[in-house]
């Protein structure tokens, strides 16, 4: 049975940061591409990046050069470092796997103004 567990969400000041955190587990997760996706009250969720099993990342242009994916394929688990947060990033934050489009239940990020 596949589990993504994320954590690290909160409430944070515009400016600030906040590192993300997913757990997974029933999966192969070295061997699997990887993504973050977010979803602001009122709006469709949105692929905010991506990484593949061998590292290489993609970012929707409205996080790059603010926000980081990474992974740790030792712990199973995949990481979003978000600097110089701002008020439009808060949403409930999701991990999924591509491969069988599982998703995790979501993690709250509030960014107060």
């Known amino acids: 049975q596949v589990q993504l567990v994320e954590s690290g969400g909160g409430l944070v000041q515009a400016g600030g940061s906040l590192r993300l955190s997913c757990a997974a587990s029933g999966i192969i997760f070295s061997i699997n591409a990887m993504d973050w996706y977010r979803q602001a009250p009122g709006k469709q969720r949105e692929l905010v990046a991506t990484?593949?099993?061998?590292?290489?990342?993609n970012y929707a242009d409205s996080v790059k050069g603010r926000f980081t994916i990474s992974r740790d394929n030792a712990k199973n688990t995949l990481y979003l470092q978000m600097n110089s947060v701002k008020p439009e990033d808060t949403a409930v934050y999701y991990c999924?796997?591509?491969?069988?489009?599982?998703w995790g239940q979501g993690t709250q990020v509030t960014v107060s103004s």
């Open positions: 990484i593949s099993s061998g590292g290489s990342a």
């Open positions: 999924r796997v591509p491969w069988g489009d599982y």
